[in-house]
């Protein structure tokens, strides 16, 4: 299908529809197509004992103990999903690459006079594909300071989109949580799109695609902020996406990142840097 095509359909209307059709029963005959269409590694997971209730239920699946080991070398930055390195690298002022020729910026992405944070600082793009598992774990130790919903369109982010269509993380409906610690502050930015029919957090009520919610939403969480650990859960996509790593400057030292690499969660993505004052 051409951009130009999905540029036309109701995405909105489509996602929804598809979220609520993958939490019927009927919708587990898909399971077994899903798996083969997609190759998914079944060995890995933790199937429930009565087996999946429904599509959604299979696509935000657990895995087995031990599919996941979260690097322990201290001061680590770990892959808070299974994914694939899209892009990454210095955020150029306030400028965040896409995609080859193009950007956006950082105040679009994180609609909070937070975004300022990040001038200067390093990001990280993980692609999910509909192969990999969908939860979403903390890449550091520290505190969720701060939570936003963002409404937005919901365009596919494949590769044909995200290198044509511009600002597309930015445009799309996107929940940020803010992480900080002695280091300084992380942003963890889950960017919905076609299909993704919730994206949700483990702390709150505060869901995307939902109408109490339309006009997006946002908690400073102040003596009451979420403590976590390096590899623990804090979210899942209801069908996949995309997640960005913002770190402040001078913050994030990368170890040795490719593009096109996939990442398990856990895996070392770098080292946190204490910043000169």
């Not at 077994?32 to 959604?56: C, L, Q």
């Not at 623990?232 to 170890?255: Q, Y």
Request: charge should be positive; aromatic fraction near 10%.
């Amino acid at each position: 299908m051409s951009v130009f095509l999905f540029k036309l359909l109701p995405k909105a209307m489509i996602s929804r529809l598809v979220g609520r059709l993958t939490l019927t029963r009927f919708s587990k005959l898909f399971i077994d197509w899903f798996v083969k269409k997609y190759a998914v590694n079944t060995e890995e997971i933790e199937y429930p004992e009565k087996g999946f209730t429904s599509f959604n239920h299979f696509f935000t699946r657990t895995l087995k103990n031990g599919v996941h080991s979260i690097d322990k070398e201290k001061n680590c930055v770990v892959s808070p999903v299974d994914g694939r390195i899209d892009e990454f690298g210095i955020i150029t002022g306030t400028r965040i690459m896409q995609a080859k020729n193009l950007d956006y910026l950082v105040s679009d992405l994180i609609p909070s006079d937070c975004h300022h944070l990040f001038i200067d600082g390093f990001f990280i793009t993980l692609y999910l594909s509909p192969a990999d598992y969908h939860r979403i774990h903390s890449p550091i130790n520290g505190k969720i300071n701060e939570l936003i919903y963002a409404p937005g369109k919901l365009f596919p982010v494949k590769e044909i989109i995200t290198r044509s269509i511009s600002r597309v993380f930015a445009r799309n409906e996107r929940m940020i949580s803010l992480i900080e610690n002695e280091f300084g502050r992380c942003a963890v930015c889950k960017i919905g799109a076609m299909n993704v029919g919730r994206i949700a957090v483990n702390f709150d009520t505060i869901e995307t695609n939902r109408s109490m919610f339309r006009r997006g939403a946002r908690k400073v969480y102040g003596n009451m902020a979420p403590l976590v650990h390096r590899g623990d859960e804090v979210a899942r996509f209801n069908m996949g996406s995309t997640v960005i790593l913002l770190f402040e400057k001078d913050m994030f030292a990368p170890m040795q990142l490719r593009k096109g690499d996939h990442v398990r969660m856990g895996q070392k993505l770098g080292l946190l840097h204490m910043k000169e004052k």
